[in-house]
């Protein structure tokens, strides 16, 4: 098992498609994909490059009413909570605009935090838009607003379309005149007909939900306010490294208190599982979800439900409904007059109700693993043991990715589990144009770490900032260096650490993947160790111009790039150096044949290390 061509080993572990693919296939496909990152990156940077050269509006410190405020919270606070909430408000007191991205498992407390810059912000005389994707969320939120206002003169209006045409128009001309302090909406407060007096913070809500055109006018409002984005399907770190110095990131991985993990069941439908969780959930005094996600005959599964369960008050939901008839049923609901709801996915995003503990997801097969983890993040919000029952049909041949999401959300039922199904999600399908139309697609093609580097370096190259060449750095050498099932035997927890070796750059990268293994697997194996100094390796040569390192017998060639920028001087100063055990033929891609003396690994790292020296010189 020695090692192979390393060239692009982060996509390669990727995207298994990869290896279908011919060398000059490969080759197109990354130009078109790095053609597409650039000018996601222009578009990016130049977006920000507007906000960074604008001082923003600094707000005064905490006052009375602020710490009044913020003691009339029901609730424990959680350490990540407090640490969120302090970088929000250090955000908004200094002279920068603020961009913070709070990312948090689904009932981890981001609404709070966003309630807390809303106050700060009111204070200030200056107004604030809080942008839901659905409307039954927007409902939700703007009640959660009016009763944690409700002691201070802090006038919230509600613009979606559970107001009538008339309360509406009364919001919109309040709102102009800078009668209105929040307006909390969906897609309606991006309306041409929506103007503010002052606005000064916009709060989003799962920004990825909103389309395109919306996504337009959230860029042009962000140009001069504070933004607060909240999301529950976090941004993977190596993302959020890709984009340093553009948005800042708070993260809420603490559980609130005597929260419990939600127990997942994925099995064929079976009406008597049905009737037995329903009744129950009805037993001890609790609500029950059914989703079905077909608006066609919903009334019919929700009279099939009455029929099974005679005793369970039973309605059904869908975003197809009227207005006032989704209000009144959302409305009995919540209120505990229903105890079965038949809902399609409209209840996915953002539903808070505590007294909702079971689940049963009709055709569970047929939803995304992001989705299926929104939806299943509706219930366990309270000390009581909740209960997910995700069903497909009897007598169904699953297709595989259908069964590694379900696999997956049954795998991950853990508190915080959040970070490990969006990576899980962007490994089964992608995660595609972040800023424009294509919600999948470029990240598939190449690899989700491959992306991540290209936009990283198409952001500094936009930025003025010089990057290295376009090439490619392989390695392969007749040693063992990979990670064994006697030592990783979870084939997902192996395929995130390969990739996270693959994106070893410096030596503190090596030495924190190091400390992780330790801490997590224990001590690694010869073959572990190796598979880390060649990534390490490969970073290195990488710096100084090397294309290909390449062991045949006890030699190794060291292939450089064809417009390699060393100090030349430093050529002769090598022969010298390491004598009879070193060529150097000067062809049109120059040549080093190294006869390596002592251990393998730290011979060519320590002469990698020398052509990284002699690149730096030449700078």
Same mark, same amino acid.
């Given at each position: 098992?020695?090692?192979?061509c390393?060239s692009?080993?982060?996509s390669?572990v990727c995207?298994?498609?990869?290896n279908k693919l011919?060398?000059?296939?490969?080759n197109?496909?990354?130009?078109?994909v790095r053609g597409a990152?650039?000018?996601?990156a222009k578009?990016?940077?130049?977006l920000y490059?507007?906000?960074?050269?604008?001082e923003?509006y600094v707000?005064?410190?905490d006052?009375?009413w602020?710490?009044?405020?913020?003691?009339?919270?029901?609730?424990?606070?959680?350490?990540d909570?407090?640490?969120a909430?302090?970088?929000a408000?250090r955000d908004?007191?200094?002279?920068?605009?603020m961009?913070r991205?709070?990312?948090?498992d689904?009932?981890?407390?981001k609404?709070?935090?966003a309630?807390r810059a809303a106050?700060?912000?009111?204070?200030?005389?200056?107004?604030v838009a809080?942008?839901?994707?659905?409307t039954?969320?927007?409902?939700?939120i703007y009640?959660?607003?009016v009763?944690r206002m409700?002691?201070?003169?802090?006038r919230?209006e509600l613009?979606?379309?559970f107001?009538?045409?008339?309360?509406?128009?009364?919001?919109?001309?309040?709102?102009k005149?800078g009668?209105?302090?929040?307006i909390?909406?969906?897609?309606?407060?991006l309306?041409k007909d929506?103007q503010f007096?002052?606005?000064?913070?916009?709060?989003?809500?799962?920004?990825?939900r909103f389309?395109?055109?919306h996504k337009?006018?959230?860029?042009q409002?962000?140009?001069?306010?504070d933004?607060?984005?909240?999301?529950a399907?976090?941004?993977?770190r190596?993302?959020?490294?890709?984009?340093?110095?553009i948005?800042d990131?708070?993260v809420l991985?603490?559980?609130?208190m005597?929260?419990m993990?939600i127990?997942?069941? /994925? $099995?064929?439908?079976?009406?008597?599982t049905? @009737?037995?969780a329903i009744? *129950? &959930?009805?037993?001890?005094? +609790?609500q029950?979800?059914y989703?079905?996600n077909?608006v066609?005959d919903?009334a019919?599964?929700?009279l099939?439900?009455?029929k099974?369960v005679?005793?369970?008050?039973v309605?059904?939901a869908?975003g197809?409904?009227?207005?006032r008839?989704?209000e009144?049923?959302?409305y009995a609901f919540v209120n505990g007059d229903?105890?079965v709801l038949?809902?399609?996915t409209?209840i996915?995003?953002?539903l808070?109700i505590?007294?909702v503990?079971?689940?049963?997801i009709?055709?569970?097969?047929?939803y995304?693993?992001?989705q299926l983890?929104q939806l299943r993040g509706?219930?366990g919000r309270s000390?009581?043991?909740?209960y997910?029952?995700?069903?497909?049909?009897?007598? /169904? $041949?699953?297709k595989?990715t259908?069964?590694? @999401?379900?696999?997956?959300? *049954? &795998?991950y039922?853990d508190l +915080?589990?959040?970070?490990?199904?969006?990576?899980?999600?962007?490994?089964?399908?992608?995660a595609g144009?972040?800023l424009?139309?294509?919600q999948h697609g470029?990240?598939?093609a190449v690899g989700y770490?491959?992306?991540?580097?290209?936009l990283?370096e198409a952001v500094?190259?936009?930025k003025?900032?010089h990057t290295?060449?376009?090439?490619e750095t392989?390695?392969d050498?007749?040693?063992?260096?990979?990670?064994?099932?006697s030592?990783?035997s979870?084939e997902?927890q192996?395929l995130?650490?390969?990739?996270?070796?693959?994106?070893?750059?410096?030596?503190?990268?090596?030495?924190?993947m190091?400390?992780e293994?330790?801490?997590r697997?224990g001590?690694?194996g010869?073959?572990?160790?190796?598979?880390l100094?060649?990534?390490?390796l490969?970073?290195?040569?990488h710096?100084?111009?090397?294309?290909?390192?390449?062991?045949?017998?006890?030699?190794v060639?060291?292939t450089?790039?064809?417009k390699?920028?060393?100090n030349?001087?430093g050529?002769?100063?090598?022969m010298?150096k390491?004598?009879?055990?070193?060529?150097?033929?000067n062809?049109?891609?120059?040549k080093f044949?190294l006869?390596?003396?002592?251990?393998?690994?730290?011979?060519?790292t320590?002469?990698?290390e020398?052509l990284?020296?002699?690149a730096?010189?030449c700078?």
């Open positions: 098992r020695h090692t192979r390393l692009d080993w982060s390669d995207s298994s498609d990869l011919g060398t000059q296939e490969w197109k496909t990354k130009s078109k990152v650039k000018n996601i578009e990016l940077v130049e490059a507007v906000r960074q050269e604008k923003g707000c005064g410190p006052t009375v602020q710490r009044e405020f913020e003691e009339m919270f029901p609730y424990e606070e959680t350490e909570q407090l640490s909430i302090e970088d408000k908004m007191e200094s002279t920068k605009i961009d991205l709070i990312c948090g689904v009932g981890y407390g609404t709070e935090v309630l106050f700060k912000e009111v204070q200030e005389s200056r107004q809080y942008l839901a994707p659905t039954i969320l927007a409902q939700q009640n959660t607003f009763q409700k002691e201070f003169p802090v919230v613009l979606c379309r107001r009538t045409p008339a309360q509406q128009k009364k919001a919109i001309e309040d709102l005149k009668q209105v302090d929040v909390i909406g969906t897609h309606r407060v309306s929506v007096k002052n606005l000064g913070l916009l709060i989003i809500d799962e920004e990825q389309g395109v055109a337009e006018k959230i860029k409002l962000k140009k001069d306010v933004v607060l984005t909240l999301t399907t976090p941004i993977p190596t993302l959020h490294m890709s984009l340093i110095g948005r990131m708070s991985e603490e559980p609130p005597d929260r993990p127990q997942t069941y /994925v $099995m064929e439908y079976d009406e008597e049905v @009737r037995e009744n *129950r &959930e009805l037993r001890r005094g +609790g029950v979800y989703v079905y077909r066609t919903i019919d599964v929700a099939r439900i009455a099974l005679p005793d369970a008050r309605d059904f869908h197809q409904m009227s207005e008839e989704l009144n049923v959302m229903i105890d038949v809902s399609t409209i996915e995003t953002g808070d505590s007294n503990n079971t689940m049963i009709h055709d569970s097969d047929k995304g693993l992001s983890y509706r219930i000390n009581r043991t909740a997910a029952f995700l069903m497909y049909r009897q007598n /169904v $041949m699953l595989e259908a069964e590694k @999401r379900l696999a997956a959300i *049954r &795998e039922t +915080g589990s959040g970070f490990k199904i969006a990576m899980r999600d962007l490994e089964l399908r992608g144009n972040l424009g139309a294509q470029h990240m598939n770490d491959l992306y991540c580097k290209m990283s500094k190259e936009a003025g900032i290295m060449e376009d090439f392989s390695i050498l007749n040693i063992d260096a990979f990670i064994p099932d030592y990783i979870n997902f192996k995130d650490i390969y990739k996270r070796i693959a994106g070893i750059e410096t030596q503190q990268d090596y030495d924190d190091l400390e293994l330790l801490d697997f001590e690694p010869k073959a572990v160790l190796n598979l100094a060649i990534a390490k490969k970073a290195i040569a710096q100084g111009y090397v294309t290909e390192i390449k062991q045949t017998g006890k030699s060639r060291i450089l790039y064809e390699a920028k060393l030349p001087e050529i002769p100063l090598l010298q390491y004598r009879r055990s070193l060529q150097f033929k062809e049109q891609e120059p044949i006869e390596p003396q002592g251990s393998l690994i730290p011979a060519l320590e002469f990698a020398e990284k020296n002699m730096e010189e700078v």
